[in-house]
């Protein structure tokens, strides 16, 4: 079966960085674009990033643009989140999505992301 699994999240101050791993299995990774989402209390999931079937083409929301980089690594079925300049409202979970192969990471819908992950809590606070 499909299974999306998150790791990497903690307590960090700001300005600090934590790497996000998401380890994928049960499906041709190389298929399919994966997207990092977060969602923080209160407010609703949005997604941060985004990275093409072949790690060419990378995608991010302007909040995170020039700290988050995200990429893959399709021999080892994971994609990673590298998080730098981390600030107090970064505070949230953090999901890694499958997207369906219609639409890539050209939608920002999370009906088109059909797999998901359990979550990694991220706290940015000194």
């Known amino acids: 079966q499909v299974q999306l699994v998150e790791s990497g999240g903690g307590l960090v101050q700001p300005g600090g960085s934590l790497r996000l791993s998401c380890a994928a299995s049960?499906?041709?990774?190389?298929?399919?674009?994966i997207g990092w989402f977060r969602q923080a209390p209160g407010k609703e999931r949005e997604r941060v990033s985004c990275?093409?079937?072949?790690?060419?083409?990378?995608y991010y929301a302007d909040s995170v643009k020039g700290r988050f980089t995200i990429s893959r690594d399709n021999a080892k079925n994971t994609v990673y989140l590298q998080m730098d300049s981390l600030k107090p409202e970064d505070t949230a979970v953090y999901y890694c999505?499958?997207?369906?192969?219609?639409?890539?990471?050209?939608?920002?819908?999370?009906?088109?992301?059909?797999?998901w992950g359990q979550g990694t809590q991220v706290t940015v606070s000194s």
């Open positions: 990275v093409s079937s072949s790690g060419s083409r990378t």
């Open positions: 999505a499958r997207t369906s192969r219609t639409y890539g990471c050209s939608t920002l819908n999370r009906a088109n992301y059909d797999y």
């Open positions: 049960g499906f041709i990774f190389d298929y399919y674009a």
